[in-house]
């Protein structure tokens, strides 16, 4: 059973780094590109980019770029989203999915981020 | 950047059809999926190219997409299936859109 498991909720201070982890299972991870999305409270979903495990080929939704950074380790078919200096408007929990051509077949079950 | 519409909130009584609609410039062009997400839980795929349905996701779960609008339905809707949904599409280009969610309540 295909599953993706993410690291477990952080508390931060703004101006912290963070890094968050997306573990994959039961799948060739190099073959299908994972996607980060952020949820804010009692908002909706977004996404903030996508990357292909094969190559390390990361692209970001605009008003995502340079405020993140998404990478993966195939040898451990992990996938990361990680912040250099984060900013109380990163509170929210973020989600890593599966891509499956053009849709999200798997999701993680999603990381708590809070910075005060 | 491409934009979808929905709905706010969509309230259906159980036993009745919801219909949960996600408009879009020529959406019927592109391919629609859904996602139901439940309150506290992560996001589920319940349709995919407008019409298919995951394993394991009920048969009472279908989707259309024509023109402007693309429609999933729920029927003989129960309590379980009270949750926000949300239309996704790959815009052609690099992007993939969500729509900003449909409540869907279970009178």
């Known amino acids: 059973e295909v599953q993706l498991v993410q690291s477990g909720a952080e508390v931060k201070k703004s101006g912290e780094s963070l890094k968050i982890s997306c573990e994959t299972s039961d799948y060739d991870f190099a073959n299908y590109w994972i996607a980060w999305v952020r949820q804010r409270p009692g908002k909706g979903l977004e996404l903030m980019g996508v990357?292909?495990?094969?190559?390390?080929?990361?692209r970001y939704s605009p008003s995502f770029q340079g405020q993140v950074t998404i990478s993966v380790d195939k040898f451990i078919a992990t996938a990361f989203l990680q912040w250099s200096r984060l900013q109380a408007s990163d509170s929210a929990m973020y989600y890593c999915a599966r891509l499956q051509r053009r849709y999200f077949d798997h999701w993680g079950q999603g990381t708590l981020v809070t910075v005060s | 950047s491409y934009v979808l519409t929905q709905s706010p909130s969509v309230s259906v009584a159980p036993g009745k059809t919801a219909m949960i609609t996600c408009g879009g410039d020529?959406?019927?062009?592109?391919?629609v999926h859904w996602y139901q997400q439940k309150p506290g839980q992560a996001p589920v795929l319940v349709i995919y190219?407008?019409?298919d349905r995951p394993s394991g996701i009920p048969e009472r779960f279908s989707g259309s997409n024509s023109g402007t609008t693309a429609t999933l339905s729920i029927s003989r809707v129960e309590a379980g299936d009270e949750a926000d949904y949300y239309c996704q599409v790959w815009d052609g280009t690099r992007d993939y859109v969500f729509g900003p969610g449909t409540k869907v309540t279970v009178l």
């Open positions: 020529n959406i019927g062009l592109k391919s």
């Open positions: 190219y407008d019409t």
């Open positions: 990357i292909d495990p094969y190559d390390s080929d990361a």
